[in-house]
C-alpha cells in the first residue's frame, strides 16, 4: 500500500496543479477578450463606467467621500487575505520546525510519501503561495490607498486616467492575492495525503468557476450598459 501512496504522491499533486493553472490561464484569456462572461470583467466595466461619468468641474468633498466609502470593502478584505496569509506562513513555520509533532501526525502511509523531498515540497509549496498571497495583498493595500487620495485630488493634482490606472492596478493585485491564498489551500492539504488534495482542488476549481463567471442575466445586461456608454 505505501507504493501505491507513493505513487499517488507523484501523480495526483502534479495534475492538481496544472488542473489549477489551466483553470486560471483559461480564466485569463476569458477576460481579456469575454469581459462580459466573467465577474472579474463585469466588475472592471462597472469601474470604467463610473469614472467616464466623473467629471473634474464637479468634484467635490462628497465625491470623494463616496469613492473613499465604497473602496473600504475592498481594503478591508484585502487586509484580511493578507493576515490570514501571514498567520497560515506563520502555522507551517511553526509545524515545520518541531520534528515530533511532525514525525507523530504524519506518520501513517495515507498521508503519503515520508522522504525528506516530499516533506520539502508540500511545506514549502505551501508556503510560497500563502507569501505571494501576502506580498500581493500588501502591494493592493498601497494602491487602493493611494487610488483613494488621487480620486479626492481629481482635478487638482491628479487627472482621471491616473486615478483610474492606480485604482485598477490595486484591484488587480487584490484578486491575485485571493487566488494565490485558494490556491494555498490545496497545497495545506497536501500534508493530509494526495487523495485529499485532488479533492480539495477539484472542488475549489469547481466553486471558483461558479463565482468567475456570470450568469446569463447578467450578460444581458452588462450589453445593455456596453450599449449605452
Not at 47 to 75: C, E
Not at 178 to 203: K, Q, Y
Amino acid at each position: 500500500m505505501a507504493t501505491v501512496i507513493g505513487y499517488l504522491d507523484s501523480v495526483l499533486p502534479p495534475m492538481s496543479l496544472f488542473l489549477m493553472i489551466g483553470y486560471h490561464a483559461y480564466l485569463w484569456q476569458c477576460f481579456k477578450h469575454r469581459q462580459s462572461q466573467t465577474t472579474l470583467g463585469i466588475d472592471a466595466l462597472m469601474r470604467n463606467s463610473w469614472f467616464s461619468h466623473l467629471d473634474i468641474t464637479q468634484a467635490n468633498d462628497k465625491k470623494g467621500m463616496l469613492a473613499v466609502q465604497s473602496l473600504r470593502n475592498t481594503l478591508m478584505a484585502t487586509i484580511l487575505t493578507a493576515t490570514v496569509a501571514i498567520l497560515i506562513n506563520g502555522a507551517l513555520a511553526a509545524l515545520t520546525n518541531n520534528s515530533y509533532t511532525q514525525d507523530h501526525l504524519f506518520k501513517s502511509p495515507l498521508f503519503g510519501s515520508r522522504s525528506g523531498t516530499i516533506y520539502v515540497l508540500k511545506f514549502g509549496s505551501a508556503s510560497i503561495c500563502v507569501l505571494l498571497s501576502f506580498l500581493c495583498s500588501s502591494m493592493a493595500v498601497r494602491y487602493l490607498i493611494d487610488a483613494s487620495f488621487l480620486i479626492n485630488a481629481l482635478g487638482e493634482f491628479s487627472s482621471v486616467a491616473d486615478a483610474q490606472l492606480v485604482l485598477e492596478r490595486g484591484f488587480m493585485l487584490a484578486t491575485v492575492g485571493n487566488r494565490m491564498l485558494c490556491v494555498a489551500f490545496p497545497m495545506v492539504i497536501w500534508l493530509f495525503g494526495p487523495i485529499p488534495m485532488a479533492m480539495s482542488t477539484v472542488a475549489l476549481v469547481w466553486g471558483l468557476h461558479e463565482l468567475d463567471f456570470a450568469p446569463k442575466l447578467a450578460i444581458c445586461d452588462v450589453k445593455k450598459l456596453d450599449c449605452e456608454l
